[in-house]
Each structure stands twice: as C-alpha cells, then as structure tokens.
C-alpha cells in the first residue's frame, strides 16, 4: 500500500476495480488461497467477484471454501490487515513473500 488508509479495504475494491482481469490473475497466482479469502473476508461480493473472473474454478472453490471457514473462526484484526495489505502489495507489483504464520484460531478458546 502506498498509503495508510483508514478503510484499506476500500484500496483493495479499488485495485480490482481498476486493473485488468489479466493483471489480476498474473498477480493473484502466487498468492495462498487462506491469505487471499482472509483479505477478501470484508468485500462485497461484486467486488470478490472480480477476483472470481481472474482465478481458475477450482481456486473459487477453494476462496469459497476458505471463506466459509472464517466465519467459524477468530481472526484477529492485525491478521486480518497484515492479509489485506500483503494482497494489495501484490496487486501493486511487489513481490509476494510466503511468510504469514497461522491466523487460525477456534472461536470461544482464549489463550492461557
């Protein structure tokens, strides 16, 4: 992200809505479907859409299933920016760095 916006989702809607379905797709490739639905979570679902027509079915159907599964999850709101930020880097250009530890955690389990 080149700037710290209050809404970076809303960076995110703007990026899928601006560049091309080709763009997207080449960009996307790299990045794992649990970051990618993570950063999709707050989307509106034209918006994931947009993603939808760049990916293959069987990655939809991963994104989906991934979704589905945060619904049943805590995910804290750092994991959640840290997500979204790193997929608008790479819709951006930057290079995309496989490092994201889990952000799974069972809802209603506290810590210690």
Known sequence: MTRK???PERELARLLMTL???EIQNRLL?????????AMQNLEE?????????????????????LSMLGRLRVHREDYLT???????VLEG?????????????????PG
């Open 30 to 38: 790299k990045v794992r479907d649990r970051e990618l639905a993570l």
């Open 5 to 7: 916006s209050p809404f």
């Open 46 to 66: 034209s918006e994931r859409s947009r993603v939808y027509a760049a990916v293959s079915p069987e990655k939809i159907r991963r994104l989906r299933e991934e």
């Open 83 to 89: 997500a979204l930020s790193r997929v608008i880097s």
């Open 94 to 110: 930057r290079p995309y760095t496989e490092v994201l530890r889990s952000y799974i955690r069972p809802r209603g389990r506290r």
């Open 20 to 22: 091309p379905r080709i």
